[in-house]
């Protein structure tokens, strides 16, 4: 069974960091790509950046470029993004997705389409940044 574990979310204040995770199981770690997109309330589900679990090729979405970082561990197949610099805006709830097989993380597309290019989810994890 696929299985993505989202953590390390909590509430920061603005300008602070915050590290979340996303246990990964259940497949090959290497032969897909892991999304993390963040959704607010009232808004839709948005792509953040992603990575492929193979050569750790990354791409990042221009509101992100510089403050957020993505990095996997092929030792224990998890998935982390490091927050820095945070907003209010970015208070959202934070999800990690496993992308379809065969696609690749290379650029916008790859994180424009979550139902489309994703297979499973995480359960996500709250980030709340205060004023």
């Known amino acids: 069974e696929v299985q993505l574990v989202e953590s390390g979310g909590g509430l920061v204040q603005t300008g602070g960091s915050l590290r979340l995770s996303c246990a990964t199981s259940?497949?090959?770690?290497?032969?897909?790509?892991i999304g993390w997109f963040h959704q607010a309330p009232g808004k839709e589900r948005e792509g953040l950046l992603c990575i492929n679990t193979g050569d750790g090729g990354t791409y990042y979405v221009d509101s992100v470029k510089g403050r957020f970082t993505v990095a996997k561990d092929d030792a224990d197949n998890t998935v982390s993004l490091q927050l820095n610099n945070l907003k209010p805006e970015d208070t959202a709830v934070y999800y990690c997705?496993?992308?379809?097989?065969?696609?690749?993380?290379?650029?916008?597309?790859?994180?424009?389409?979550?139902?489309?290019?994703?297979?499973?989810w995480g359960q996500g994890t709250q980030v709340t940044v205060s004023s």
């Open positions: 997705a496993r992308s379809r097989r065969y696609y690749y993380c290379d650029g916008n597309a790859s994180v424009m389409y979550p139902t489309f290019r994703y297979d499973n």
């Open positions: 259940g497949f090959k770690f290497g032969e897909y790509y």
